[in-house]
T-cell receptor, first 113, second 117 residues
Framework: AQSVTQPDIHITVSEGASLELRCNYS??????LFWYVQSPGQGLQLLLK??????LVQGIKGFEAEFKRSQSSFNLRKPSVHWSDAAEYFC???????????FGTGTKLQVIP | KAGVTQTPRYLIKTRGQQVTLSCSPI?????VSWYQQTPGQGLQFLFE???????NKGNFPGRFSGRQFSNSRSEMNVSTLELGDSALYLC????????????????FGSGTRLTVV
């Protein structure tokens, strides 16, 4: 079965600094990859997704992610973080034929002034 | 286009009671999945309904059940509530047809926060 690892439980960055959140997946073929964001007490909002094609994917709110097959990674990046980006971020993987999307354990982002 | 609507937003129940949560998916979406989110276990898949049929089920006890109506609205029910059932229950809508939601991703509702006391 597929699995997703987000090695960083908590990350703190200064407002205006760049951000990279790590995500590694375990699956032999190319999966469908997603990044979601969750604000406290809310549901998950889709930031971006990768199905095929260009390995650099642009999403909402200025986020992008790069699929690297050789590293089984799908890291999320943002060049300049805003205080409103403070939230929890989930990487997720879907595999065709499997019944569900599998989520990582999440990375909580704190933004300091 | 309206999003995914979950009701109620908050619930407080006593151990042993039962509870029903409701979800209205995005118009045109026929696949509805349910997830349980807790600090300790993260997001765990409960089940998926498609065209009024449970298509897939996660590893939860039989106390957790659901159904889907002809208008794609879905309900989930938890009977004989336990303290450990306290969680955020998320409904996820997908345009999945014959293929799995894994091929498309989800749009989530805001969730129902269930507290069992």
């Amino acid at each position: 079965a597929q699995s997703v690892t987000q090695p960083d439980i908590h990350i703190t960055v200064s407002e205006g600094a760049s951000l990279e959140l790590r995500c590694n997946y375990s699956y032999g073929a190319t999966p469908y990859l997603f990044w979601y964001v969750q604000s406290p007490g809310q549901g998950l909002q889709l930031l971006l997704k990768y199905f095929s094609g260009d390995t650099l994917v642009q999403g909402i709110k200025g986020f992008e992610a790069e699929f690297k097959r050789s590293q089984s990674s799908f890291n999320l990046r943002k060049p300049s973080v805003h205080w409103s980006d403070a939230a929890e971020y989930f990487c997720a993987v879907g595999v065709g034929g499997y019944p569900k999307v599998t989520f990582g354990t999440g990375t909580k982002l704190q933004v300091i002034p | 286009k309206a999003g995914v609507t979950q009701t109620p937003r908050y619930l407080i129940k006593t151990r042993g009671q039962q509870v029903t949560l409701s979800c209205s998916p995005i118009s045109g979406h026929r696949s509805v999945s349910w997830y349980q989110q807790t600090p300790g276990q993260g997001l765990q898949f409960l089940f998926e309904y498609f065209s009024e049929t449970q298509r897939n089920k996660g590893n939860f006890p039989g106390r957790f059940s659901g159904r889907q109506f002809s208008n794609s609205r879905s309900e989930m029910n938890v009977s004989t509530l336990e303290l450990g059932d306290s969680a955020l229950y998320l409904c996820a809508s997908s345009p999945a047809g014959d293929r799995s939601p894994a091929n498309y991703g989800y749009t989530f509702g805001s969730g129902t926060r269930l507290t069992v006391v």
